[in-house]
């Protein structure tokens, strides 16, 4: 079974705090994403990464940033925190598509940021 | 643009009610559509791909199938315990990113 991992399920942080959440997948999946999910709002990417030291835009990369220093491994920054960034952050991997086929992507549970 | 609308935004069902959750998209160049289940307080939990028109697929109560424009995710004589937010999803060519529908709230009443 495919297993992505967020450290961190609950988190209460202060404006303008650096904030970090960690991820990691143990089915050595090359695409890694951050996506957060508001209510009304859905499902939004916020950056992905197609390989090691690799990092793409999402639809809402600002305020945010990422590292991927391991395959494993997808990090994400919150440079100084905000409130509008209280939300829930999901984690996601996969392995590149094979021709025409999309592959599946799996989520973590997910982690709960409170910015105060 | 990428457009993926899923309807009703919630249902409410008998426990044995039979229904069909709705995902219409928009997409240039489908390579897979998705339907997760999300708990509250959890992560998506993958459900099914479908990856061309007239493919079916299922699990359980669960049945999806899918057209050129829409996919349905059937359910039959569901339970309290089917009761979730269904999410649908597709990638296109250019790359592996979801764009994700806004999600049916399905509640079971036993």
């Known amino acids: 079974d495919v297993k992505v991992t967020q450290s961190s399920r609950y988190l209460v942080k202060r404006t303008g705090e650096k904030v970090f959440l960690e991820c990691v997948q143990d089915m050595d999946h090359e695409n890694m994403f951050w996506y957060r999910q508001d209510p009304g709002l859905g499902l939004r990417l916020i950056y992905f990464?197609?390989?090691?030291?690799?990092?793409e835009k999402g639809d809402i990369p600002e305020g945010y940033s990422v590292s991927r220093e391991k395959k494993e491994r997808f990090s994400l920054i919150l440079e100084s925190a905000s409130t509008n960034q209280t939300s829930m952050y999901l984690c996601?991997?996969?392995?590149?598509?094979?021709?025409?086929?999309?592959?599946?992507?799996?989520f973590g549970e997910g982690s709960w940021l409170t910015v105060v | 643009e990428d457009q993926v609308t899923q309807s009703p935004e919630a249902l409410r069902l008998q426990e044995g009610e039979s229904s069909s959750l709705n995902c219409s998209y928009t997409v240039s160049g489908l390579r897979g559509l998705f339907w997760y289940r999300q708990d509250p307080g959890k992560g998506p939990e993958f459900l099914f791909t479908?990856?061309?028109a007239g493919e079916e697929k299922e699990k359980e109560r669960l049945k999806a199938t899918i057209t050129k424009k829409e996919s349905f995710l059937h359910i039959t004589a569901p339970k309290p315990e089917d009761s979730a937010t269904y999410l649908c999803?597709?990638?296109?060519?250019?790359?592996?990113?979801?764009?994700f529908g806004g999600g049916t709230r399905l509640m079971v009443k036993p």
């Open positions: 999803a597709v990638t296109h060519n250019a790359g592996n990113m979801l764009t």
């Open positions: 990464s197609y390989d090691v030291k690799m990092k």
């Open positions: 996601a991997s996969s392995r590149p598509g094979q021709g025409h086929s999309g592959n599946t992507i799996y």
């Open positions: 479908l990856y061309s």
